[in-house]
Each structure stands twice: as C-alpha cells, then as structure tokens.
C-alpha cells in the first residue's frame, strides 16, 4: 500500500538518476579510492596526496575514501560477486593474492612493464601484487618489517650494556629483565588469533638454526619447532605475559612503550611513535635474534595499492600508482608515515629516528613475505592457533606445528608457495 | 492493632526499598564503569593502577568524539536509520499484528511460522545474498536501504508482540464502530490502534532501537563517509595507536544516551507493552 | 442464515490477508532469496578459488558430513548449545528470582525496575567492549576480586574462562528482560488463589511449587523459548569482546559461520554452519508454536 508505492518510487528515481548523463565529453572521469589508513599521519597524507593529484592533472578525479579495515576487505569479498568495487583499493600485502584469485583486481601487467621502472621495486613486496603466474594487478606502495625494541634503562638495571645479539643471549636477557613484582615482563608480543598474530610470529618459526630455516610449507622441522619452544618457554615462565594472544601489535608496543616490557617486537610504523615514550627512557632498536648469532629472520609487511576489475579509465588509475609509487613520492610518503620504499632507488630522508629506521632498513635484507598464495588466510589460521595452543593449552610445541601441518599440507600440495 | 501493623509495612516497604537500591547500585556498576573511564586522562586509563574514578577528570574523550568533524553528520543517520526502521514496522507490522489478532485466518499458522522464522536469519546469512540484489535494483547507498533490511527483523517481533494486544481488544468496541457506520479501514485506524496505544509505544521504541543499533547493515550496504551512523564509530578509536578505552567509552555513554533517555519518557508503556506480548500468549 | 454468515466470514477471512499479506510479502521478498541463497551455496564447494573463476560444483551434503567430522565445528557446537543454555538457567532462575522480589509493592519497585532495563538497551558492541574492558587480566573484575583476596584467573586468556566471562555478560543483558516477562505472567496471577492456600495452612514453599510454578507454565515456556532463540545466534558479542578466541572457545555457530565466509572464503562451509544454525532454532520454533496452539485452544 502506502509502502509500494514509496518503494515503487525510489526504485524509478534511482532508475531516472542513473540514467542521466553525468559529465560531459573531455572532463575528468570521477574515480573512488577506498582505503583504510587509521593512524593519522597516513590518514591525512592519503587526503592530501589525492588533492594534489587531483590538482596536477584533468584525466580523472580521484574522491578518496575511508573505509575501516575489517569493513572494506568485506567490501572486497562481496564486491567480487555483485560487481561493485571502488575504482582503485588499498590492501594489506598478504590479502592481496586472495583478492586477485576472487578476481576483484585487474590484470594491469601490460600497463606497467611499459613503465618500465619495476626492476626497481624490491622482489618481496613486488610478488604480493602477482597471481601465481606472475602477473601484476597492482603496486606496493609502502613496505615495514619487524625488529626488536630494547628499554635500555632496564637492561642496564639487569646488568646488560647491548643489544642482544643470538637467541641464546636474547632467552638470557628476557630471562634476567622480568622483574614479577614491578609488573615487568622481559618480552612483549602481539599473537592475537589473526594476520597480525602470524606476522609477528613469523620470524621466530622461520628462524634459522644451526644453518637451516624452513617456510610455513615444512613447520614440522627442528628450526620451526625450536622457534615456537623458545616463546612457549616464555610464557610457561612468566617472562611474556599470557595475554599477548588477545594483544594487537598495538597494544603490545604500548606496553613497551609504558615500560611494561623490557624487550618488544616492533613494525617500522612504530617508529612514528616514539613520541609515546618521550624521555620516559632509554630505547635502542636491533634486528631480532631469532635465531643463531649474526642472523635474523622478518616478515614483510606492507600496503598495496590494485586497480580494481571494471574500473573507469583504467590508464588513468595506473597513472596514479605509478605517481604514487614513483621513487620521489615514496620516499616522502617513508617519512611522514614511518615505513620504508618498496623501490631501492628512492630515498627517504628520516628527520626523525634515523638509527632505528636504518636497522629496519637493514632488516629488510631479512624480511620474507608470506605466501603470496590465495589460500593463504587459512595458512595463517594454522600458524596463529598452533602458537596459541602452546601458549594457552601449553600442548608440545612440535604436536602444535604437526596439527598445523595437517592443514597447510594439502593447501600447498595443491598450490605450492613461490 | 492497625497501628502495629502499618509499622510492620512501613518497614518492610524501607527493607525491600534499601534490597532494591543495593541489587540496583550492583547491577548498574558496569555502566557506572562504562561512564567513568570516559572522563579519565589517557595516562590514568593506561596507568598501571586501576582507579575507580577519574582522579583527574577530563572532558578530552567527550571532546574528541563531539568534536569530530563527521559527528553531527553521523548523529543524523543513526536518527535516520531509527525513524526509517520504525517507519516501516509501524506501517507494515501493525496492520499485520492486527489481522492475525483479531480475525481466524486459514493458514494463519503458516504467517506465524514465516514472522518466527525470520527472527531466526543471523547476519552472516541475509548479508551477501542481501547486497547482491539491492546492488543489481540499484538500491545501495541510499537512506531505506539498511533501515530495509533491518526491519525484516523488526517486523516480526512488532507481530508477536502487538497480536495479543489486538486480540484482547474487547468486541464491543469493534461493534459501536460499526454501528457508527465505520468500514473496517476505518474501524481499524480509529478504532483499534488507539486502544493498542500501549503496545504500539513499546514497537516504537524497539523499532528505532533496532535501526538507532544496527551496525552490520548499515556499514556494508553504504560505503560513503556521507551515510555513515554513529556506530560506525566503533572503529575509530581501535587503530594502530591501540584501544583508547577512554574515548571508546565515552563514545558507548553517547550512543546509549538517547536510548536512555527515550526509555525514561516511555518507561511505563515499554514495561506493559513487552510484558503482554511475550506471555499472555 | 448460515449462508449469510459463510460470506461474512470469507469476507472476514480476506479482510485479514489484506492487513497480513503486506508483511508478509515484505518478508518473502527480502528474506527468501537469502534463505534460498544460503541453502544452495551450502550444496556446493565455493571458495576463494572458484568464487569468480566458476568450476564450482554441487557436492550435496558434503560439507554438512565435514562439518561433524571436523573437530573445532563440534566444538563451536558444543559452545553454542553451552552457552544458551548456560545464559538460559541464569537469566531464567535470577530473572524469576528478581521477579518474586520486584513483583512486591513497595517504594522504589517501579523505578528501579525499570533502572534494570539499561543494561538491556546497550547496543551489543559497546558490551562487547566493556566486557573486554573489566575482564581484562588487571580490569575490574579481578580487581575487585582481589579485594576479597581472591586471585581471580586470566579471563579472556585461557580456554576455560573466557566463555563463562562472555556468558556472564550476556546473562547481564539477558536478567532484566527475563525478569519482565516474568513479573507480568506473576501478575496474571490472582491474589485470592494465594489467600486461600494460606487460610488452608500453606506455607510459602509450598505455595511457590502448588500454585506459582503450574500457573506460570504458560508463560514460563515462551520466555525459555524466546530466550532459546535470540541467545542461540548470538553474535555480536563475543565477536567483539573475544572474537571467539581463545582457541575457538567461545566461538559460537554465528561468529563461526562469518569467520568461514569472510575470513577463509569458504563460503559454502559458511553457509552450512548457518543452516545448521538455522535449522536448530527452526525447530525450536516448531516447539514454540506447538506450545502456543495449545494455549490458544
């Protein structure tokens, strides 16, 4: 009744404005942008970048949006099916090969060998815009590892003068820095039950022992298991709390930062951070001890940027990558979000933090993505809940990544890793 | 003997009054927690005591969420979403309450069952398929659009709710209306929703809790800044900087105030209107 | 005579549809394509890799069989049915317990009721949060614990606790609104069947279990009922407060279900976790309407 008729309403409205002609010949094509930048450094620079863009030519007008994280790879997920995706979208490096197998990004590989400057981009971040072929459906725009926090006002106290150097003198030093009764653990991580969880727990499971590190493909191997029995051992002894499986990265930085934790795993955007810290103490930065001395294993993070299927003007849009991923651009964007390039040819000028950035950097040679593989969120699940049962259940570290294996093993038969 | 008497009542009535105000200050603690931390500084949220009251008290998280550029905006959609949500409970859920109340239909068991069963449908279920045809009517990103979606819960509990009401509307009233020559249309509007008033406040109050709430719908059908209600704030304050409980707080003391404070209004009608529905069935 | 009243009453009849057929027709339209959508991706193996690409194909109850063959399902089952009927005894005993008590005429009865309802009216996201926030290791409630000298445990930590904290919650949104109902189906209750028991030498437990419980089936089972359904499809709140974690403890077939479609893209399993869901509160439903013929007749 008086519904119908309303409803009957919208829907030839909606028709009629659909309809219509929106721009005239020779304006420039309207172009969304979604993407999820929280912290307000990258938040507002995403703003004004787009303006500029906007302003420096009159092929499309990009409108920006923001979309929060959780919300916007749903958009993604539905998008695939119904067709309604933003012309270009920002997406966490290991998401992206899901979303390129659910065919929500577009193939653009042409466009950009044309460029010709994608020798320059770093092999990791670069393969997590690929499909298992090798073709590239969109940019890495910024790139971050992780590295050790040390307060060095407490290991002074604990007797240390240095940064921890192997893993032997790293157990001893979260060992000797735990202090129970002035609520101080030696070691804060985040293992929470999601894709922040696997990438900081990454590096102790692909940590090299005695010569030999292995790939979430062989977790059931010395090296891997050695890894999960050193944090296990942790937490079994009160020198990591037990909440870090509920503990975002963010969450478990600010307990470094509240000096909570003696040591901490650190992402390069916490260097942006610092200023939490102030002059409470004193705080150094070193690449984590994961394993034998002189080695260090990460993991690659990093955003990236697609043009998504049925874009407008789709050589309008890689034009802006391109301008977005061009070496000068990059190396700004480094240093007002506090990430690292993804190309080696640009250079980012830090104006703050400059040792800590410089051991991120050298990290960096260190780093290893994940995957990238379409499955890989269910590779992930396996990795973070394998880590939390030992943690939370104290089950045996090597029946944790035997379980894992069950469920990695036929994934990657199918599809092997890169 | 009266006197003795009233005495024993008196101070039975004080005894309950006092268990009463106890069970209360224990039940509402939580909220009292809610409210207080989100009058606290950042550095006694994160502090490492726990204090149960700002001992610095600060207006900064309210600030930060009313002074957010996209608060009045917000503001206005989650209105929206509410009057649009009850909009449509009242015009569909109240005609169909009455139908199945007051009259025998054959298959009325089949409506039942349908209204039943639609309360069953959680959001992981109606979300995809949900999004795929209002993408393909073109419908997405518009005001009705989450309101829509809701109210295909709200109606139903609008119909098991009121239905009892109906049907214990005494028949003479339905007679003198149409003795005073009312067609049924008419009998129903002038006659029968006023003597539901009750029930019809509690839908009301219910049906803009359920759009003034709603999260789910909203955020997925309407990706634009312009559309978003306040809930979709809840996002804002758990970023890479971590949980700001402080402001995360106050945010949740916002969002309920106006549920609060329509409750205080309609207090008396809410209480009659849920109690009939649910049980004297 | 009677023919006169045939049509009156078939006129009647259509009368009715016209008022009904509109939300009903509501209803088929916006919720019967996602039921139907649902049931048939729950036939089929679509995910990540076959989404868009097609080779999807029917695999008729395949999924349904791995789902109860799969560990961490059964598990979120369990959880599902634990913490109904966990939240159901709770919220059902205290709520009743509170309803005796508030159904007394005294003072501060009215307002104070009404005071209770708050906690009912917060939106399930801000009490995930809080909950989050007091269950936390140092948050309020071990805090408060402590001041007992009770070392209360890691909540939200071990696989033990962190359900019965997300119960606990759930059943202080749940209590008020049980109590409601039940003070209503109380005072349906005429004083003078009490009065007489007592002259007769009843004393008040045998006057709570003889007359209060068989008067208050009626409605006793459609709050449990009612209950039954919203509190089994919970989602909300242990999404947000644990996202069902730790270790699937408090994964429930909602939280369960999404996780699978949204985060792994196994859409079909997804679908089938929903449909498991789905069909358990359907016959609950059919119970409930059983229940409720019976009354009316």
Redesign the interface.
């Known amino acids: 009744?008086k519904?119908?008729l309303l409803t009957t309403g919208i829907a030839a409205m909606s028709l009629m404005v659909s309809a219509m002609p929106v721009y005239a010949e020779g304006s420039p094509t309207e172009v969304t942008l979604w993407h999820y930048f929280d912290a307000s450094a990258d938040a507002q620079a995403i703003v004004e970048w787009v303006d500029e863009y906007n302003s420096l030519q009159s092929d499309i007008h990009i409108n920006c949006t923001y979309v929060s994280r959780e919300e916007l790879?749903?958009q993604y997920?539905i998008g695939?099916?119904s067709g309604e995706l933003p012309d270009i979208g920002m997406v966490d490096s290991p998401d992206m090969a899901?979303y390129i197998?659910?065919?929500v990004f577009e193939d653009i590989t042409s466009q950009l060998e044309e460029w010709g400057e994608l020798d320059q981009f770093y092999e990791g971040p670069l393969s997590s815009c690929m499909d298992s072929e090798g073709k590239l459906y969109g940019l890495p725009q910024n790139t971050n590892c992780l590295a050790l926090a040390c307060n060095m006002d407490v290991l002074a106290e604990a007797g240390y003068d240095h940064v921890p150097a192997s893993l032997d003198e790293f157990k001893e030093m979260v060992a000797a820095t735990t202090n129970a009764d002035n609520d101080v653990y030696g070691f804060a991580m985040c293992c929470?039950?999601?894709e922040e969880g696997t990438f900081q727990l990454l590096p102790w499971l692909r940590s090299e022992l005695n010569g030999e590190s292995v790939n979430v493909d062989n977790l059931t191997a010395e090296s891997a298991i050695n890894g999960l029995t050193v944090l296990g051992d942790f937490v079994a002894n009160g020198y990591m709390?037990?909440?870090c499986?509920?503990w975002t990265q963010a969450d478990a930085f600010n307990q470094f930062a509240a000096g909570k934790a003696a040591l901490a795993e650190v992402g390069t955007w916490h260097l942006a951070q610092t200023d939490t810290i102030g002059d409470a103490f004193k705080y150094e930065f070193c690449m984590l001890p994961t394993g034998d001395a002189g080695t260090s294993t990460s993991t690659i993070g990093g955003e990236n940027f697609g043009i998504c299927s049925g874009a407008e003007n789709i050589e309008g849009c890689v034009d802006f990558l391109k301008w977005l991923c061009s070496k000068e651009k990059e190396g700004e964007w480094a240093v007002t979000a506090g990430k690292i390039p993804t190309r080696q040819d640009a250079t980012a000028d830090y104006t703050y933090e400059q040792e800590g950035f410089q051991v991120f950097v050298d990290e960096m040679n260190f780093a290893q993505a994940r995957g990238p593989h379409?499955?890989w969120?269910?590779i992930s699940?396996a990795v973070y809940?394998a880590s939390?049962?030992v943690f939370?259940?104290g089950t045996a570290p090597a029946d944790a990544l035997a379980a894992a294996m069950e469920k990695i093993t036929p994934i990657v038969e199918e599809t092997p890793l890169p | 003997m009266k006197e003795n008497v009233g005495q024993k009542e008196v101070r039975?009535?004080i005894r309950?009054?006092v268990?009463?105000?106890v069970?209360?200050v224990f039940?509402?603690f939580?909220?009292y927690?809610?409210i207080q931390?989100s009058f606290k500084s950042d550095a006694e949220t994160f502090g490492k005591i726990?204090t149960y009251y700002p001992r610095e008290f600060t207006f900064e998280p309210w600030l930060v969420n009313l002074q957010d550029k996209t608060f009045l905006l917000s503001l206005r959609n989650s209105f929206i979403n509410g009057f649009i949500t009850m909009g449509i409970t009242l015009v569909?859920?109240i005609?169909?309450a009455?139908?199945?109340g007051?009259?025998?239909?054959?298959g009325g068991?089949i409506?039942?069952?349908?209204?039943?069963?639609?309360?069953?449908?959680?959001?992981?279920?109606?979300l995809?398929?949900?999004y795929?045809?209002f993408s393909k009517m073109g419908f997405l990103g518009t005001h009705f659009t989450a309101p829509?979606?809701i109210?295909?819960a709200s109606?139903?509990f609008a119909?098991i709710t009121l239905r009892p009401y109906f049907k214990s509307v005494p028949i003479s009233l339905d007679e003198a209306a149409r003795l005073d020559g009312c067609g049924?249309v008419r009998a129903?509007i002038s006659v029968m929703i006023p003597a539901v008033k009750t029930g019809i406040i509690t839908i009301i109050v219910i049906s803009f809790?359920n759009g003034w709430?709603d999260?789910v719908y909203s955020m997925t059908f309407n990706v634009g800044e312009a559309m978003r209600p306040l809930?979709a704030n809840?996002y804002k304050f758990q970023n890479a900087y971590g949980t700001k409980?402080n402001c995360?707080?106050a945010y949740?003391t916002i969002?309920?105030l106006p549920?609060?404070l329509l409750?205080?209004f309609l207090?008396k009608y809410?209480?009659g209107g849920?109690?009939?529905g649910?049980?004297?069935? | 005579m009677r023919k006169r009243s045939l049509s009156m009453a078939a006129r009647?009849?259509r009368?009715?549809?016209?008022?009904?057929i509109?939300?009903?027709i509501?209803?088929?339209l916006?919720?019967g394509?996602?039921?139907i959508?649902?049931i048939v991706l729950s036939f089929k193996n679509v995910n990540?890799?076959n989404?868009?690409?097609g080779g999807a194909i029917f695999v008729g109850f395949q999924n349904y069989i791995d789902l109860f063959q799969n560990d961490t399902f059964v598990l979120v089952l369990k959880n599902t049915f634990i913490f109904t009927i966990a939240c159901l005894v709770f919220q059902f005993t205290i709520g009743f317990a509170?309803a005796m008590?508030?159904y007394?005429k005294?003072?501060?009865?009215g307002p104070?009721?009404?005071?209770?309802?708050?906690?009912y009216?917060?939106?399930?996201?801000?009490t995930g949060?809080?909950g989050k926030?007091?269950f936390?290791?140092?948050?309020?409630v071990n805090?408060l614990l402590g001041k007992f000298g009770v070392s209360g445990p890691?909540w939200?930590?071990?696989?033990s606790t962190a359900l019965i904290a997300v119960i606990i919650m759930n059943c202080?949104v749940g209590?008020?609104?049980n109590m409601?109902?039940l003070?209503?189906?109380l005072s349906?209750i005429s004083p003078e069947v009490y009065e007489s028991a007592s002259i007769d030498g009843a004393n008040w437990g045998q006057r709570f279990l003889h007359i209060t419980i068989p008067l208050m089936k009626?409605?006793m089972l459609?709050?449990l009922m009612?209950g039954f359904?919203?509190t089994f499809?919970a989602?909300?709140l242990m999404y947000i407060m644990?996202?069902?974690?730790?270790?699937n403890s408090t994964d429930v077939l909602?939280t369960y279900?999404?996780m699978l479609?949204?985060?792994?893209?196994?859409f079909s399993k997804?679908?089938a976790v929903?449909m498991v869901?789905?069909v358990c509160?359907?016959i609950v439903?059919?119970f409930?309407?059983r229940l409720?013929?019976k009354?009316d007749d």
Request: proline letters at 5%; hydrophobic letters at 50%; one cysteine or more.
């Open positions: 009744m519904k119908r790879m749903n997920t695939a099916l899901s197998s659910l065919g929470i039950s999601t709390s037990k909440e499986v509920n379409a499955e969120p269910t699940e809940t939390q049962s939370v259940d | 039975r009535d309950n009054s268990i009463a105000v069970l209360a039940f509402l939580p909220v927690w809610m931390i726990l569909l859920g005609p169909a009455y139908g199945m007051r009259y025998r239909v054959r068991s409506f039942l069952l349908t209204f039943l069963v639609a309360q069953m449908l959680p959001a992981s279920l109606t995809t398929p949900m795929l045809i829509v979606a109210a295909a109606i139903p119909i049924s129903f809790l709430n999260l809930t809840i409980w995360i707080m949740g969002l309920v549920v609060i409750f205080i207090q809410i209480v849920l109690v009939a649910a049980v004297k069935d | 009647k009849s009368e009715a549809y016209c008022f009904i509109p939300a009903f509501y209803m088929l916006v919720l394509y996602p039921l959508y649902n990540v890799k989404l868009t690409k509170l008590f508030f007394q005294f003072r501060l009865s104070v009721r009404g005071l209770l309802l708050v906690s009216m917060i939106p399930m996201s801000v949060l809080l926030n007091i936390s290791n140092a948050g309020l805090n890691e939200l930590v071990n696989t202080w209590i008020p609104f409601l109902l003070i209503s189906g349906s009626g409605s459609s709050v009612l359904i919203y499809r989602f909300d644990t996202a069902g974690g730790p270790l909602g279900s999404y479609s949204f985060t792994q893209y196994e997804g679908s929903a869901l789905f509160l359907f439903g059919l409930y309407l409720l013929s009354e």
